[in-house]
Nanobody, 125 residues
Framework: HVQLVESGGGSVQAGGSLRLSCVASPYPDKYYAMGWFRQVPGKEREGVAAISLARLTTYSNSVKGRFTISQDSAKSTLYLQMNSLKPEDSAMYYC????????????????????WGQGTQVTVS
């Protein structure tokens, strides 16, 4: 069983930056993808960015060029650097891990992930 804990959310003005972190415990011996997702009340959860075991990355069109996903295996941590934030980026952000099998490129569909954190709120005004 993998426990994921997100942090780094908060309130920021439009144009600002935030870096989200997600600590995995224990760090999966073998995972096929890790991703960031977001959800606002009344809407479906959407994929934002994902990274595979081979460090391939995928981004949604809405964040491409502004967000960067990365990981530090030594620290068992996944990051999401968010720049040029917009009010429409406001949401609860979740990290997730896929441990079942490989997909190329790393997927952005929530149903492709099997472990989830509790989320961290991002508000852009």
């Amino acid at each position: 069983h993998v426990q994921l804990v997100e942090s780094g959310g908060g309130s920021v003005q439009a144009g600002g930056s935030l870096r989200l972190s997600c600590v995995a415990s224990p760090y999966p011996d073998k995972y096929y993808a890790m991703g960031w997702f977001r959800q606002v009340p009344g809407k479906e959860r959407e994929g934002v960015a994902a990274i595979s075991l081979a460090r391939l990355t995928t981004y949604s069109n809405s964040v491409k060029g502004r967000f960067t996903i990365s990981q530090d295996s030594a620290k068992s941590t996944l990051y999401l650097q968010m720049n040029s934030l917009k009010p429409e980026d406001s949401a609860m952000y979740y990290c997730a891990v896929r441990t079942s099998s490989a997909l190329v490129p790393p997927p952005l569909r929530p149903s492709d992930y099997n472990y989830w954190g509790q989320g961290t709120q991002v508000t852009v005004s």
